[in-house]
């Protein structure tokens, strides 16, 4: 019945970005930072310091196997190293700094000069060293039994100026405001990996004058507003048309994807002015009638994000980092943030899976759907337990995009039964997938 009360009724529209104010807001050094030292399937690290162990401002303080390292975002003293939850939901191990007064690393202490021009290996290892190891460097997954794996190499670099969430504003902000530095980054992303293909996205609102300025510099794209013209592995696809699939990393295939703000801070660590210490963060969503980009110290909390723009985390039923679509609604205000570019922040009531309603096969979620898989016959193999059937269907193709659930009259947890399907229920496995053509 709740079913079909739900087909008859308004479904909510998906967010989107009205108003929004330009000004990226600095936030203060808060008296705390927690660092996280693990993301899975990328990289670990493993902590440097000890407990009561001062560090300034842009000293590393942890390093992975192949040297990348973790910066402090603010001086003080390690207070602790323990375990937390990330904004993701998994616990990871992380050193916990403590604010002092002691002045940030300068520059001329961090680095010996802009990286020297031309030599790649130099270069990779200043970034390494910075706290921004670039896509083509990861270490993570790639590392089998105590070797590299052979990697091929980089033929396409994308940098994304338009994130797909549409209530993110980070990239296109910083392509907007700081043309002539990201025209620079562009350039050099050309000289550390010749022959390369340069590819830039950016809104298509941005089409009056970003051809001009980055004409011959990176291939450029343009993307809708619509968070199903921004689907990053439907644009990548696109630019190189095929399909990478979701099991392997694009680095797989010689590609290489980073976003505007990640390049910019590449750029500087390249020129010797600074290591990765801040972040920007676009919150938009309830109680705010203009989005607000803020930068912060990375590690820094939920609540210090929020409080230093007057907003309170029990003031909304749910505060979602990343974004509306595919972001992850956090359960405390004392979860530190790094290297996320959204909050979406809902208030009022919000149930928006029904678990129990069955399905009644009206095949929206299937037409919504990017990579064109039966997504509701596929929900219900894993409901009555029929995974060995659902397998022949290509569940790994999902992006996890959310689009089908947000069509969906039955407000079934479409999302969470394929995620189910394809991370649990197999060992942890996706299966091979063979990829198909793009519209
Ligand atoms: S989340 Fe849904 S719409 Fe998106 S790719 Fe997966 S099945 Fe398709
Ligand atoms: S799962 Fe798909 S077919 Fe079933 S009710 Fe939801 S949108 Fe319709």
């Known amino acids: 019945m709740k079913a079909l009360l739900n087909l008859i009724g308004k479904k909510p529209a998906m967010a989107e970005m009205v108003d929004y104010d330009p000004v990226i807001r600095e936030i203060g050094d808060p008296d705390q930072i927690t660092l996280p030292l693990e993301y899975t399937g990328q990289v670990r690290y493993t902590p440097i310091v000890t407990v009561g162990d001062r560090v300034r401002k842009g000293q590393a303080v942890a390093t992975s196997r192949y040297g990348n390292t973790v910066i402090a975002s603010i001086s003080g003293m390690v207070s602790a190293i323990t375990s937390v939850w990330t904004p993701q939901s998994v616990h990871a191990p992380a050193i916990v700094i403590d604010k002092d007064e002691s002045p940030p690393l300068n520059p001329e202490e961090l680095f010996t000069g802009p990286a020297p021009a031309g030599d790649s290996e130099a270069a990779l290892l200043r970034l390494r060293a910075a706290g921004v190891a670039p896509p083509w460097a990861l270490p993570g997954r790639e590392w089998e039994e105590g070797k590299m794996i052979e990697l091929p190499r980089i033929e396409t670099v994308i940098i994304t100026g338009v994130r797909q969430e549409i209530t993110v504003l980070t990239s296109q902000l910083l392509a907007d405001q700081q043309r002539d530095k990201a025209a620079a980054a562009l350039t050099r992303i050309g000289t550390l990996l010749p022959g390369a293909r340069i590819c830039l996205t950016v809104p298509d609102t941005f089409k009056h004058w970003a ?196 069509v969906c009259p039955a407000q079934r947890p479409i999302v969470q039964l394929l995620h189910f399907c394809n991370r649990d229920m197999i060992h942890g496995e996706r299966y091979t997938w063979t990829p198909g053509g793009i519209s």
């Open 211 to 406: 051809d001009a300025f980055f004409a011959g510099i990176a291939e450029l794209h343009y993307l809708p507003p619509s968070y199903r013209g921004r689907i990053e592995r439907e644009v990548v696809a696109k630019i190189l048309g095929y399909r990478i699939p979701n099991r392997l990393s694009y680095r797989d295939h010689g590609v290489a994807v980073l976003d505007m703000e990640y390049l910019l801070a590449l750029i500087d660590a390249l020129d010797g002015k600074a290591a990765l210490t801040h972040k920007c963060m676009t919150i938009s969503g309830a109680g705010l009638p203009r989005a607000i980009t803020v930068r912060f110290p990375l590690g820094s909390s939920l609540r210090h994000i929020l409080n230093s723009q007057g907003l309170r985390f029990s003031d909304y039923t749910r505060s979602v980092i990343d974004g509306p679509m595919k972001g992850v609604a956090q359960f405390t205000d004392q979860t530190p943030i790094t290297h996320y570019n959204g909050l979406h922040l809902i208030s009022g009531d919000v149930a928006p899976f029904d678990p129990i309603a069955p399905c009644i096969n009206c095949g929206r979620c299937t037409r919504a759907c990017p990579v064109d898989i039966q997504v509701h016959l596929i929900n219900r193999m894993v409901e009555f337990d029929q995974i060995e059937a659902a397998r022949g269907l290509s569940p790994e193709a999902c992006h996890e995009c959310g689009l089908c659930a947000h």
